[in-house]
Structure formats: structure tokens, C-alpha cells
């Protein structure tokens, strides 16, 4: 199993795989590397969560919290989900099981938050079962270290959705665009999506594909944003509008759109279906959305990807703001300047150089981690 794993000169440091048998919980975490400070990562529940899976996103995480510059590491974890469709109930078991685990690593070396199917119910219990109030972010906000002080600062406040959102404003700016009228499809409706849907309708965008796990509600000539809402809260679904056309969730990267933002899962284009992408500009909310090779291809073809490594920091820039005791107003300032910030210097030296916006991240990403190794170095001596 380990030679799935890259080892190279930045990690992985620690590969850990547990097991509970009194409730089956089987699990993952992947500390990536330190150099930068404690390894940050989300903890995600899924039924094909693996080693493998845990150390890709934690690598993710290394490049991601380098480029934001943050004082933290890479890591992540996982829980095996026992089957497709999981109770609150289990889910709970399931993380104070993991939480118990992992307890001499974290949060010594690891600090856990929110990800795919977890969010602030599953953080609180993680830090109950844990017994350090430190040991995870993304917690409710009644949970706090200094009563009105420091407290939780919740991912269901969308601090990845606005994080996205500027990423998009951004990008736009460059390129010398506006975003009022753009036609824009979310691939995804869940704690990120749903509030890059919300944000973008206010910055005036023209939202015309939005898909969940059931599918696509699509109108060419813009949706009812409010309607889409409604109906996936009475419905559980925003394909159960009956007067909006429906089609596959994974027919929405191949619409005629300016703008994709996928915000879901990982590997939504393909080269299997890369020659049908008709938008010019696509935005990672979700990590891994489109393969490094598929980027190099779309980029060729004048198709711009902003990398997830820099356009859904949102996340763990609100956990440092969370870990550092800060308000929500003062973490969605620190979101606004960092990734404003990043992102314009990715795009730039993309641009200067000729390379993917990945290939540029990851280029300025090593520097800063080289950078901190090197101080660390001469530290020692």
C-alpha cells in the first residue's frame, strides 16, 4: 500500500493508518511537512477515502499553506465511510473513534477541520473526544479557548466559497473582465458551492448550471438563485424544480459557459472529456478538480485554471484566523487580502513565463518552503 505513496526530499514525514474495533472506524492521517509549522489539514469522511487519496490532499495542503503564507504545514486525514450514506449518528462515533486515535499526534503535530462530510458538529465532537479545544478548527462558534474571545469560527460561515469568489474577481481583473453578465455553472451545492452560488449572485454573475450529487438544474438564460435555494432545502435537491432543465452532474463541465467553478470532488475533467470544455476560465474550489496534465492541455487551448492550491485557501486561511483568536470580520479581511494577493502573483508569473498557474503556484510555493528550511538550517547551527 505505502508505494502508492510519493516519498521525496518534502515528505510525507508520518503515514498513519487505525483501526477501532468496537466500531469499525478504520482511518488515515498524513503529516506531509513541517517546515513551515504544525500540519493543517481537513478530516473527510468518505467510502473510498484511502492512504493514497490522504496523502495527495496532504501534499496539497503543504503547497496550499506555503502559498498562503501560513505558519502551518501540510497534513490531512480520512475515515472510511461505511457505505455510500452515513447517519449523523455513526459520522459521530466514527470521528471521536479517529479523534481518540490520533490523540498523542494532534494537536502536537497535526490540527484537524472541516472537509467533505464533516463540518462544525463533527470538529466539536473531535475536540471533546480529543480534550484540547486547539486540536481542531471549523468549530461552532459557541465552542471557545477565551470565552468571547478566542471561539470557533465555523466553515458554515463560507469562508472557502468567498475565498473562491475572490479568486474569481481576481482573475477576472486580470484578464481585463468584469464579472456582471458572465454565465457562470457551479459544479457542486454542498458547504462550498452553495456559498460561491450566493456570493457570485451578488457580485452580479450570471449563474446558469448549478449541480448536487442528483444532478443539473440548468437555464441558459440565468436561474433563480432564491428559487434554487428553496428547493434544495424542501427538496434535498436542486434538480427537483420542475420547471428548470435537468441534466447529468457531470454534463456541467461540458456546458457553454464563460466560467466553471468545480466544488465538489476531485478529478472533474478528465482527458476523457477535456476536448468538450467550452469555458474559457476554470476556477478550483474543490481540491484536485481538474488533473496537472489535463491543465497543461486546457491551457494550451487558451483555457485558464486557477489551481486549488490557490484559489480555495479560503478554508484554511479561516482556520488560522480561528487558531490565532480572531472574529469573523477579521478572518474574511485576511481571506480578501491574502488570496487578492496570491493569486495576482500566480497569475503574473504565469503569465511572464508562459506556464499553467499551477506550475507557477507550485514554482513559488517551494521557494517559500526552501526558504523556510534554509532558516531553520542556519537556526541549528
Known sequence: MFSM???????????????????????????????????????????????????????????????AELPFGGGKSGIVANGKKINTDEKLKLVRAFSESIKELCPKLYISGPDVNTG???????????????????????????PGVECGIPHEFGSTGFGVVQATLVTLGFLGKNIKGMKVAVAGFGNVGRFVVSFLNKEGAQLVAISDSSGTTYNPKGLDIRRVFEVKKKKGSVVADSGREKISSEDIATL???????????????????????????????????????????????????????ANAGGVISSYAEYRGYNPKQMFKLIERKIKRNVGIVLGKSKVEKITPREAALEIALERLHEARTSQAKELR
Open 256 to 310: 457553454d459557459v464563460d466560467i466553471l467553478i468545480p466544488a465538489a470532488f476531485h478529478e472533474v475533467i478528465t482527458d476523457e472529456n477535456m476536448s468538450k470544455v467550452k469555458a474559457t476560465l476554470i476556477i478550483e474550489a474543490a481540491n484536485l478538480a481538474v488533473r496537472p496534465d489535463v491543465e497543461i492541455a486546457l491551457f494550451k487551448k487558451g483555457i485558464l485554471v486557477v489551481p486549488d492550491i490557490v
Open 120 to 146: 462544525e458538529k463533527e470538529m466539536a465532537e473531535f475536540v471533546k473526544a480529543n480534550g484540547a479545544l486547539k486540536s481542531a478548527t471549523g468549530k461552532p462558534a459557541s465552542m471557545c479557548v477565551k
Open 5 to 67: 505513496v510519493k516519498h521525496d526530499h518534502l515528505g510525507p514525514e508520518k503515514l498513519i493508518e487505525v483501526y477501532d474495533s468496537n466500531t469499525g472506524m478504520r482511518g488515515f492521517l498524513v503529516i506531509d511537512n513541517t517546515w513551515l509549522g504544525l500540519a493543517k489539514g481537513g478530516l473527510r469522511i468518505t467510502p473510498t477515502v484511502s492512504l493514497e487519496e490522504t496523502f495527495r490532499l496532504a501534499r496539497t495542503m503543504t503547497y496550499k499553506n506555503a502559498l
